[in-house]
């Protein structure tokens, strides 16, 4: 099988590529470069540059190179930005999904890895959540990935096609140091572009119902993560039968904000304090996951602990040091 991979030039995309390339998968990238970096996608990957929502486009890439499956990770993942900027959120993570499920079904391709998010449950009242646990998203973002979510499985329910939701919980690391993480919404390079600007790394609130009134969170490696996507596709991969599964993924043990902190502070040896500001709208005081489901269907398990995402994660932007800032 071929498959298409949307965002592939991102951070968790270009993770995803190496891993599947590694393991003999044919695979084609697709991604608007909106936030992703061209040379991420190796020059002999075949790289197309669109917006998952041209249809036509995206029809073109499915037909030409034979595609068999889909794994979509293109799409808007800020939380801040999605309650600034809703509208964004909902064109660019429902609308394009559904244009880039148009372009499948008449391509007649019928089998899909979606990356979804842990921010589809909300703020749960159980310590960790497993697939089942209710889901009240806080933030238009989580919203949006629920909703796809129900896309999938209405489609699934009428016979069109097979697919595998992967629910991330909080990212972090790096594989490799040319692909960290440059973006500035997620919290462990958000610490270290404050510290080499001389400002205190913030806390977005430290009275939430945990154990230091920080936000608790599952943090997992990206190469985990890329993973997780070579396990779904070979779930997907020849299967002649309908597969509709979801799945967390996840460590499933809870870190604090004030806990990542400590962990910069050891990795770098930087002895730093931070300033604790307001509460972010949306934000969740706790989301750990429950992973027994992916461990005993596809064999999956993260292995990376807390300290080796934040070391990955530091030399890979020291690397961005040398050869320049490309955020």
Not at 296 to 309: F, H, K, S
Request: charged share 25%.
């Amino acid at each position: 099988m071929t498959w298409l991979l949307t965002g592939g030039a991102g951070y968790i995309g270009a993770h995803v590529l190496r891993a599947l390339r590694a393991d003999g998968v044919d695979v084609v990238v697709c991604d608007d470069l909106s936030t992703g970096i061209r040379g991420r996608v190796p020059a002999d990957v075949p790289f197309i540059e669109a917006n998952v929502g041209d249809v036509d486009r995206i029809l073109v890439a499915l037909r030409e190179h034979r595609v068999s499956g889909v794994l979509h990770l293109a799409a808007r993942k800020a939380v801040p930005e999605s309650v600034d900027d809703p509208a964004l959120y909902y064109r660019e993570n429902v609308v394009g999904f559904e244009r880039l499920l148009a372009a499948m079904r008449a391509a007649g391709v019928a089998a899909i890895v979606h990356s979804s998010s842990a921010a589809v449950i909300g703020s749960p009242v159980q310590e960790q959540v497993d697939e089942d646990s209710p889901t009240d998203p806080q933030n238009p973002y989580g919203r949006t990935k629920l909703i796809c979510e129900w896309m999938l499985e209405d489609l699934a329910a009428a016979g069109e096609l097979s697919f595998v939701n992967l629910r991330y919980f909080n990212v972090a690391g790096a594989g490799a140091p040319e692909l960290g993480d440059v973006g500035v919404f997620n919290l462990v390079p958000l610490i270290f572009r404050a510290l080499d600007n001389g400002i205190a790394p913030e806390v977005f609130g430290d009275d939430y119902p945990t154990r230091d009134g920080s936000c608790i969170r599952d943090f997992v490696h990206v190469s985990d993560v890329s993973l997780a996507h070579l396990a779904a596709v070979r779930q997907l991969d020849g299967r002649t039968g309908r597969v509709a599964r979801t799945y967390n993924v996840g460590r499933g043990e809870g870190v604090s904000v004030k806990e990542v902190m400590a962990a910069v502070a050891a990795v770098t040896g930087r002895d730093f304090s931070y300033a604790v500001g307001p509460r972010r709208s949306g934000d969740p005081a706790q989301v750990v996951g429950v992973v027994d489901r992916i461990a005993d269907e596809l064999g999956w398990r993260a292995r990376a602990d807390l300290t080796d995402m934040v070391r990955s994660a530091w030399q890979a932007w020291q690397h961005r040091a040398t050869v320049g800032d490309r955020s």
